[in-house]
Structure formats: C-alpha cells, structure tokens
C-alpha cells in the first residue's frame, strides 16, 4: 500500500519562503510522477507542479512560475517543493500525490493516486 507523507508547510509572512517535503512508501518511488496541488477555503483542488520520475522535466501553475521549484530525490523517496516570494493567495492546504501510471506525466487531479494528508501553509499580509 503507497503512503504519502507531506510535512514543512506552516505560518509565513508574504515574501517569505518555505520548502515542502513528500515522502513516499509502498512502490517504487523512481517509476512515478509526483505533483503537488492545493486547496484554499471555499475553492477547488488546483494543480500547483509536477515532476517526471527521472526528475527531467517539470511542469508548473503558471500562478507559481518562477517562484516554486519542484524537485525529487529518488534514492530518499521524498519529493520536495520550495516556495519562495509566497503571497497571501498562497495559502492553501498543499497535498502531494503521485501519478496512477509508471513511466507518465499527468497533470490534472485524476491522474493521480494516491494522495497524502496535507500540509496547511499560511501567507500573512
């Protein structure tokens, strides 16, 4: 069974930066995609970043380009997320979650299972 574990997220003021943390148990790690989503108050889960299985390519939310950088190491089965120049409309519960299919790079929430528990992150104005 595949078990998710985000940890890292917390309070921040704006302009701050935090660094999320996934780590993964259960199938092999270096076979899947990862991504991270989140969610705010009131709205739906959103795409926020991906990673493929080798680390070669990334993709992001164009509301986070430039300022989160996705990456992975496969020999930690941990999948990392640091978010720098944060804004209050960062807040969100963040949730990392890992591609349903070997070897393939989705992007939107039904590609991916399974999910981990979240982590809530913060932004103070």
């Known amino acids: 069974q595949v078990q998710l574990v985000e940890s890292g997220g917390g309070l921040v003021q704006a302009g701050g930066s935090l660094r999320l943390s996934c780590a993964a148990s259960?199938?092999?790690?270096?076979?899947?995609?990862m991504g991270w989503f989140r969610q705010a108050p009131g709205k739906e889960r959103e795409f926020v970043a991906v990673?493929?299985?080798?680390?070669?390519?990334?993709y992001y939310a164009d509301s986070v380009k430039g300022r989160f950088t996705i990456s992975r190491d496969n020999a930690k089965d941990t999948v990392y997320l640091q978010m720098n120049g944060l804004k209050p409309e960062d807040t969100a519960v963040y949730y990392c979650?890992?591609?349903?299919?070997?070897?393939?790079?989705?992007?939107?929430?039904?590609?991916?299972?399974?999910w981990g528990q979240g982590t809530q992150v913060t932004v103070s104005s």
């Open positions: 990673i493929s299985w080798s680390a070669g390519t990334t």
């Open positions: 259960g199938r092999t790690f270096s076979s899947y995609a």
């Open positions: 979650a890992q591609d349903r299919t070997p070897n393939k790079m989705g992007y939107n929430i039904d590609d991916f299972d399974p």
